[in-house]
C-alpha cells in the first residue's frame, strides 16, 4: 500500500530520461492490466503505447498530469474499453470480458504482480517454461504433456512443481513488499 | 485466507500463463520502439552511453592534440658540410644556398615557403635568395639574425664575431639581445661581435669573403695584414710573416692556386716571407 499511496509522481515538464523510466517501470503491468480486457498481447501492447505517446504529447506541450501512474491506468483501462466495443462481429461484443468491480489501486497492484509473474516465467529454464505453458496456457494434462515432450509423467510432475514453486515465491515476495 | 490468497494466485498464474508469449512485453524494446518513433532515441542513448561517448570524446581530444603536436613538430631538413667540403643547396623556392666547410643550415620542411621562409645556421654560408615579398627570407645564426625579401649575400659566424657581406640587393641585419638592427645594400658588411655587442658596418666592398665560392682571390692595392686574413681564411690555414715590412701593398689575382705558389709569389713580389705554420 505504501508505494501506491506515496508514488504520485508529480509530472511538470518531466525530462526523457524521467519520462524513460517510467515508461520502463510501468509498461508491463500496463500491458498485463490491458490483457485484462482485450486478449491479444499484440493489442495490449499497442494500446500501452498509445496511452504514452498520449502523455508524451502531453508533457511535451508543457501539460501537469498529477499522478502520472493511476492516469495511465485510466487511459490504458478506456482504451481498452473502446477497443472491446468496437464491433468487430457480434460474438465479442457478447464475450465483454468479466471485469470484476475493483478499486483503482487494486487494479494496479494486482498487474504489478501480474508483471511479476510473468517475468518469473521469463527467467523459467527452457524445458522447465514449456511444461508449464503447456500445462498452465495450452490446458493440458501431465499425461498428455508427458507423451508430447516424450518425458515420464514423474518428470513433468517435477518440473511443474518446480516452475510453480518459483512463481509462488516470486508472489510471496510481492506481498511482503505491499503488506509486510 | 490462505486459501483464498492460493486460490487468487492459481488464479493470476493462469491468467499471466494464457497470455504468455516468449518474448513479448519486454519493456527496453517497447521504448526503443517508442523513441525511434519519436526520433528521441539518440537522446537517449547519449544518456545511456554517456561514458562511452566522454572516452570517445576524451579519445578524440587526445588524437587531436597527438596530430596537433605532431602537425606543428617541425620536420627539420638539415645539411651539413665536413671541413674543407662546400656544397651548394638549393631550398624548396629555390633560393641558392652554398655552404663552405664546417658548416650547417637547416630548415622547417612543413613550414618553409609557407608564410615565411626561414633557415637556421651555424658556420658560414652564402646565399642568393629568390626574390618573394609576400614572404621574406630570414637566416638565423646564434647570435643574429638576417631577413631579406631577396638579395644574395654571405653569413659567416664565427664563436665571437658573425659578418655579413651583401652582394645584391638590400639586407636588414638584427643582432644580439637588444636587437639592433642594420640595414645593408650592396657591397655592404657588417660584423656584429658577441664581446662589445656592437654592429660595426664598413661601405667598402670585400670581393674575397666569397673566395671560397669563387675559387678566386683578387687583391688591388692590399695592405700586407688583410692579404694574410684573407689566405688563411681561403686556405684555412695560420699565416704569419716572419719579414718585417710594414705598409706593403699587394695587387693580384689567384685563381685557386695551391697556397705554396701563392705564398712564393707573394714573397717573391713583395720581398715578405709569409710562412703557413700550422692548420687551424
Redesign the interface.
Given at each position: 500500500m505504501r508505494r501506491i499511496v506515496t508514488d504520485n509522481e508529480r509530472m511538470a515538464a518531466i525530462t526523457t530520461q524521467e519520462f524513460e523510466h517510467h515508461f520502463k517501470s510501468l509498461y508491463k503491468p500496463l500491458c498485463l492490466f490491458a490483457l485484462r480486457y482485450i486478449d491479444q498481447v499484440e493489442d495490449a501492447e499497442d494500446i500501452v503505447q498509445q496511452a504514452f505517446a498520449d502523455v508524451w504529447d502531453k508533457n511535451r506541450a508543457g501539460n501537469t498530469i498529477g499522478n502520472l501512474k493511476a492516469y495511465l491506468y485510466q487511459a490504458v483501462r478506456n482504451r481498452s474499453l473502446s477497443f472491446t466495443l468496437q464491433p468487430v462481429n457480434a460474438e465479442a461484443t457478447e464475450q465483454l470480458p468479466d471485469v470484476e468491480d475493483t478499486s483503482e489501486e487494486e487494479d494496479i497492484r494486482r498487474s504489478e504482480r501480474d508483471a511479476r509473474l510473468w517475468e518469473a516465467i521469463d527467467h523459467l529454464p527452457p524445458e522447465r517454461k514449456k511444461i508449464f505453458l503447456l500445462s498452465k496456457r495450452d490446458g493440458l494434462k501431465y499425461q498428455e504433456i508427458a507423451e508430447e515432450l516424450n518425458l515420464s509423467v514423474k518428470t513433468v510432475e517435477n518440473q511443474m512443481s518446480k516452475a510453480l514453486k518459483a512463481l509462488r515465491e516470486t508472489a510471496i515476495r510481492i506481498y511482503m513488499f505491499f503488506f509486510g | 485466507m490462505d486459501n483464498e490468497?492460493d486460490k487468487d494466485?492459481e488464479q493470476?498464474?493462469?491468467?499471466?500463463?494464457?497470455?504468455?508469449?516468449e518474448g513479448?512485453?519486454d519493456?527496453?524494446k517497447?521504448?526503443r520502439?517508442?523513441?525511434s518513433e519519436?526520433a528521441?532515441s539518440r537522446?537517449?542513448s547519449l544518456?545511456r552511453y554517456w561514458f562511452g561517448a566522454a572516452a570517445v570524446v576524451l579519445m578524440l581530444v587526445g588524437l587531436g592534440t597527438w596530430f596537433t603536436v605532431e602537425r606543428n613538430a617541425p620536420d627539420w631538413v638539415a645539411i651539413t658540410t665536413a671541413p674543407g667540403q662546400t656544397k651548394d643547396i638549393y631550398l624548396p623556392d629555390s633560393t641558392l644556398v652554398a655552404l663552405a666547410g664546417d658548416s650547417w643550415v637547416r630548415y622547417d620542411a612543413k613550414r618553409y615557403d609557407k608564410e615565411r621562409r626561414a633557415v637556421e645556421m651555424n658556420g658560414k654560408a652564402f646565399f642568393q635568395v629568390t626574390r618573394n615579398e609576400a614572404r621574406p627570407f630570414s637566416v638565423r645564426t646564434s647570435q643574429t639574425e638576417v631577413t631579406v625579401l631577396g638579395t644574395s649575400f654571405q653569413i659567416d659566424e664565427k664563436p665571437t664575431v658573425t659578418e655579413v657581406n651583401v652582394v645584391t640587393g638590400k639586407v636588414s641585419f638584427t643582432a644580439g639581445v637588444e636587437k639592433e638592427n642594420v640595414i645593408l645594400t650592396a657591397g655592404m658588411s657588417a660584423r656584429y661581435s658577441s664581446e662589445n655587442k656592437e654592429i660595426t658596418v664598413t661601405e667598402e666592398d670585400d670581393v674575397n669573403k666569397l673566395a671560397w665560392r669563387t675559387g678566386q682571390l683578387r687583391f688591388k692595392e692590399t695592405p700586407l695584414d688583410k692579404v694574410i686574413e684573407d689566405l688563411s681564411d681561403y686556405y684555412q690555414v695560420e699565416i704569419t710573416n716572419q719579414a718585417k715590412n710594414e705598409g706593403v701593398k699587394l695587387t693580384a689575382t689567384f685563381n685557386d692556386l695551391p697556397l705554396e705558389d701563392i705564398l712564393q709569389v707573394v714573397n717573391q713580389t713583395l720581398d715578405v716571407r709569409l710562412v703557413s705554420t700550422s692548420k687551424k
Amino acid at each position: 500500500m505504501r508505494r501506491i499511496v506515496t508514488d504520485n509522481e508529480r509530472m511538470a515538464a518531466i525530462t526523457t530520461q524521467e519520462f524513460e523510466h517510467h515508461f520502463k517501470s510501468l509498461y508491463k503491468p500496463l500491458c498485463l492490466f490491458a490483457l485484462r480486457y482485450i486478449d491479444q498481447v499484440e493489442d495490449a501492447e499497442d494500446i500501452v503505447q498509445q496511452a504514452f505517446a498520449d502523455v508524451w504529447d502531453k508533457n511535451r506541450a508543457g501539460n501537469t498530469i498529477g499522478n502520472l501512474k493511476a492516469y495511465l491506468y485510466q487511459a490504458v483501462r478506456n482504451r481498452s474499453l473502446s477497443f472491446t466495443l468496437q464491433p468487430v462481429n457480434a460474438e465479442a461484443t457478447e464475450q465483454l470480458p468479466d471485469v470484476e468491480d475493483t478499486s483503482e489501486e487494486e487494479d494496479i497492484r494486482r498487474s504489478e504482480r501480474d508483471a511479476r509473474l510473468w517475468e518469473a516465467i521469463d527467467h523459467l529454464p527452457p524445458e522447465r517454461k514449456k511444461i508449464f505453458l503447456l500445462s498452465k496456457r495450452d490446458g493440458l494434462k501431465y499425461q498428455e504433456i508427458a507423451e508430447e515432450l516424450n518425458l515420464s509423467v514423474k518428470t513433468v510432475e517435477n518440473q511443474m512443481s518446480k516452475a510453480l514453486k518459483a512463481l509462488r515465491e516470486t508472489a510471496i515476495r510481492i506481498y511482503m513488499f505491499f503488506f509486510g | 485466507m490462505d486459501n483464498e490468497y492460493d486460490k487468487d494466485l492459481e488464479q493470476r498464474i493462469r491468467f499471466v500463463a494464457r497470455h504468455y508469449r516468449e518474448g513479448s512485453l519486454d519493456a527496453d524494446k517497447a521504448w526503443r520502439k517508442f523513441a525511434s518513433e519519436r526520433a528521441i532515441s539518440r537522446k537517449v542513448s547519449l544518456r545511456r552511453y554517456w561514458f562511452g561517448a566522454a572516452a570517445v570524446v576524451l579519445m578524440l581530444v587526445g588524437l587531436g592534440t597527438w596530430f596537433t603536436v605532431e602537425r606543428n613538430a617541425p620536420d627539420w631538413v638539415a645539411i651539413t658540410t665536413a671541413p674543407g667540403q662546400t656544397k651548394d643547396i638549393y631550398l624548396p623556392d629555390s633560393t641558392l644556398v652554398a655552404l663552405a666547410g664546417d658548416s650547417w643550415v637547416r630548415y622547417d620542411a612543413k613550414r618553409y615557403d609557407k608564410e615565411r621562409r626561414a633557415v637556421e645556421m651555424n658556420g658560414k654560408a652564402f646565399f642568393q635568395v629568390t626574390r618573394n615579398e609576400a614572404r621574406p627570407f630570414s637566416v638565423r645564426t646564434s647570435q643574429t639574425e638576417v631577413t631579406v625579401l631577396g638579395t644574395s649575400f654571405q653569413i659567416d659566424e664565427k664563436p665571437t664575431v658573425t659578418e655579413v657581406n651583401v652582394v645584391t640587393g638590400k639586407v636588414s641585419f638584427t643582432a644580439g639581445v637588444e636587437k639592433e638592427n642594420v640595414i645593408l645594400t650592396a657591397g655592404m658588411s657588417a660584423r656584429y661581435s658577441s664581446e662589445n655587442k656592437e654592429i660595426t658596418v664598413t661601405e667598402e666592398d670585400d670581393v674575397n669573403k666569397l673566395a671560397w665560392r669563387t675559387g678566386q682571390l683578387r687583391f688591388k692595392e692590399t695592405p700586407l695584414d688583410k692579404v694574410i686574413e684573407d689566405l688563411s681564411d681561403y686556405y684555412q690555414v695560420e699565416i704569419t710573416n716572419q719579414a718585417k715590412n710594414e705598409g706593403v701593398k699587394l695587387t693580384a689575382t689567384f685563381n685557386d692556386l695551391p697556397l705554396e705558389d701563392i705564398l712564393q709569389v707573394v714573397n717573391q713580389t713583395l720581398d715578405v716571407r709569409l710562412v703557413s705554420t700550422s692548420k687551424k
